[in-house]
């Protein structure tokens, strides 16, 4: 299944200590069922990213060129009046979806959100927005078992620093492809570039 999605992307040699925090937590998510986000070579972003919103009224395969490209020209649009910025990132706190690093302060992603929202709904109607999608937050690891998260969370809480900056100047649209993985058997994202947003034009 394949859905086109709008990303924050951390980046190698911007987002480091972001990308460094998400490594050390690693080691403590393999002893729980959780599949990390981060590959096991230090420094590589992995999957890393904060999900801005997703186009939910279609999967990716039936949305042509020319609604992508109206979708994109929307987003440039409303992207261009936005302002490059930075925000923090933790600390990591383990749930029954995974291990999610929330964003704060969050109002100027927030607001970021918000115009992309726009731009679907501009370009593709309401229904393409199907959900709220909860706090933005960075997944570090989707969990695929049930496990206890008290001792999960005290050994989380053992890592410092606890809050990384992430840089905010582009949104990055995504065919966002999820599939069963065959060593957890749960769901495990890739995806493939469609366009890269820059914020502020």
Not at 32 to 38: E, N, Q, R, S
Not at 61 to 82: P, T, V
Not at 119 to 136: P, V
Request: with cysteine; net charge negative; charged share 20%.
């Amino acid at each position: 299944m394949e859905v086109i999605h709008a990303y924050v992307l951390p980046r190698v040699g911007v987002d480091d200590e972001l990308i460094s925090l998400a490594h050390a937590c690693c080691p403590t998510l393999l002893d729980y069922p959780i599949d990390p986000a981060c590959p096991s070579e230090a420094g590589d972003p992995g999957t890393l990213h904060l999900t801005i919103e997703m186009v939910a009224d279609a999967p990716a395969a039936d949305i042509g060129a020319g609604e992508r490209a109206d979708l994109i020209a929307a987003l440039r649009k409303e992207l261009a009046a936005l302002a490059p910025f930075s925000t923090e990132l933790g600390p990591p706190i383990g749930g029954v979806a995974g291990v999610v690093l929330d964003v704060w302060p969050e109002d100027q992603a927030v607001a970021l959100q918000e115009r992309v929202r726009a731009a679907i709904r501009a370009s593709r109607g309401d229904a393409a927005l199907q959900h709220k999608g909860g706090r933005i937050h960075c997944s570090l690891g989707y969990s695929y078992d049930a496990a206890s998260s008290d001792p999960l969370n005290s050994a989380l809480r053992a890592i410092t620093p606890r809050r990384a900056p992430l840089h905010v100047d582009s949104l990055h649209l995504l065919n966002v492809r999820f599939e069963i993985a065959a060593d957890t058997g749960g769901w495990r994202i890739s995806w493939t570039p469609i366009a890269e947003i820059p914020l502020g034009g």
